[in-house]
T-cell receptor, first 112, second 113 residues
Framework: SQKIEQNSEALNIQEGKTATLTCNYT??????LQWYRQDPGRGPVFLLL?????KEKRKERLKVTFDTTLKQSLFHITASQPADSATYLC???????????FGKGTTLSVSS | DGGITQSPKYLFRKEGQNVTLSCEQN?????MYWYRQDPGQGLRLIYY???????QKGDIAEGYSVSREKKESFPLTVTSAQKNPTAFYLC????????????FGAGTRLSVL
């Protein structure tokens, strides 16, 4: 069955540094991969989507890469700020294309 | 404002009781979803509906039921058969596009008394 792994539950960095979060998947070749942000006690919010034929996607301080050979996506936040502290979830379609499968998330803490 | 509204924000269930969580959207989206989130776990799919009067079981449907009588509404009932209902429940929708970008409500936190 499809599996998504976000390889670290928590990541602590200092303000101004670049945060890099990893998402690995197995047993599937998705056409899209998505990243969401979730604040405590709130629902996830969509951030970025990257297609299988895109190597990289950027939005302001966010950058996502997608390596279909390694079956891995990297999510970068440059010049991180305390306001970036949240849990970040990666997601991809199930094989039927009818729903998303989410990773467990990585909780990022940015200290000033 | 367009969006997804979940109510109540907090809900308490007594042993043997069924409770219903509300989810309403005014985004005119066809597809709606219910997820359960436990501490340290990802979102797990309970049920989803791609069109009115039709719905499918997700990965953890046992002990739950849903209905989809209107496009705007997708209520979730947590039945007494669900022995471990304490969790954060999230409702989402998408417009049916191939990319399946989902829009989430603020969640309902269910606890057992």
């Amino acid at each position: 069955s499809q599996k998504i792994e976000q390889n670290s539950e928590a990541l602590n960095i200092q303000e101004g540094k670049t945060a890099t979060l990893t998402c690995n998947y197995t047993n599937y070749s998705p056409a899209y991969l998505q990243w969401y942000r979730q604040d405590p006690g709130r629902g996830p919010v969509f951030l970025l989507l990257i297609r299988e034929n895109e190597k990289e996607k950027r939005k302001e301080r966010l950058k996502v890469t997608f390596d279909t050979t390694l079956k891995q996506s990297l999510f970068h936040i440059t010049a991180s700020q305390p306001a970036d502290s949240a849990t970040y979830l990666c997601a991809l379609h199930n094989q039927a294309g009818t729903a998303l499968i989410f990773g467990k998330g990585t909780t990022l803490s940015v200290s000033s | 404002d367009g969006g997804i509204t979940q109510s109540p924000k907090y809900l308490f269930r007594k042993e043997g009781q069924n409770v219903t969580l509300s989810c309403e959207q005014n985004l005119n989206h066809d597809a709606m979803y219910w997820y359960r989130q436990d501490p340290g776990q990802g979102l797990r799919l309970i049920y989803y509906s791609q069109i009115v009067n039709d719905f499918q079981k997700g990965d953890i449907a046992e002990g739950y039921s849903v209905s989809r009588e209107k496009k705007e509404s997708f209520p979730l009932t947590v039945t007494s058969a669900q022995k471990n209902p304490t969790a954060f429940y999230l409702c989402a929708s998408n417009n049916g596009g191939q990319q399946n970008i989902q829009y989430f409500g603020a969640g309902t936190r269910l606890s057992v008394l």
